[in-house]
């Protein structure tokens, strides 16, 4: 489970969930994920501009939320920072934000079909993923959150969940920790395979709200993620850790 008791250890989790989501094949070579400063909710952490599976610590720059560098930076950043920042701003009880493009929930993002859990692990991505269209409030961009105005967008459309899918792109996901984000993610991706593969055979048939809420808020609690994240954390080459 990770231990986000100094900033030490909250940047070695980052890390490490960098390699998780690049393990389980949900974050590709252009997905970021995040973490809120464990003593200053006014920053975050990210890596520079580099793909997840070889992230390492010397890696991990530290932000204001407007994504400004907390020190002078001469790397290139991921563009889509301020898809974090926004969220962070926006949403005080959310700590970790992954961004991610994963196949499975592709279609969901270009079509009417609508992405909802159908097994009780997909609860935690919420009863509905909503979606964000950046052409309906911003017209012809190169697709990217790029700038707080969107970010701020996308977070309204996430609201208070966990989960939404960006038209054409991709999706993001956000939690309280960096344990809980890579499970939403990984469920998020597994759910969008299972009804994938389901939708052929018939009309699933999918979890109710009350059975969402109820589900999400038993494997979001701590011994679920501390199971799960072990189970990740070993898979990724970081057992013992």
Not at 204 to 228: C, F, H, I, N, Q
Request: charged share 25%.
């Amino acid at each position: 489970m990770p231990d986000n008791r100094t900033t030490e250890a909250t940047i070695r989790d980052l890390v490490i969930a960098n390699r998780i989501l690049a393990h389980e094949g949900v974050i590709d070579d252009f997905g970021h994920v995040s973490v809120r400063h464990p003593d200053r909710p006014d920053r975050y952490f990210l890596a520079r501009s580099r793909s997840p599976e070889i992230v390492t610590v010397d890696d991990i720059v530290e932000f204001e939320l407007d994504g400004t560098p907390v020190h002078p930076e001469t790397r290139k950043l991921y563009k889509e920072r301020a898809l974090h920042g926004a969220i962070y701003m926006d949403r005080s009880d959310v700590n970790a934000v992954a961004h991610h493009h994963a196949r499975s929930v592709l279609p969901f993002t270009i079509t009417d079909l609508v992405l909802r859990p159908v097994f009780h692990m997909a609860a935690v991505i919420g009863n509905e993923v909503p979606k964000w269209d950046s052409q309906a409030e911003f017209g012809d961009t190169d697709m990217l959150v790029d700038d707080l105005a969107k970010g701020h967008s996308l977070a309204k459309v996430l609201g208070q969940g966990t989960s939404a899918i960006l038209r054409g792109h991709g999706s993001v996901c956000a939690a309280q920790t960096l344990a809980a984000v890579c499970f939403i993610s990984v469920y998020l991706a597994e759910n969008a395979r299972v009804l994938l593969e389901t939708l052929p055979h018939g009309t699933p048939t999918y979890l109710t709200p009350g059975e969402v809420e109820k589900t999400a808020e038993m494997m979001l609690s701590d011994l679920p993620m501390e199971r799960a994240w072990a189970y990740y954390t070993a898979r990724a080459g970081f057992a013992g850790i």
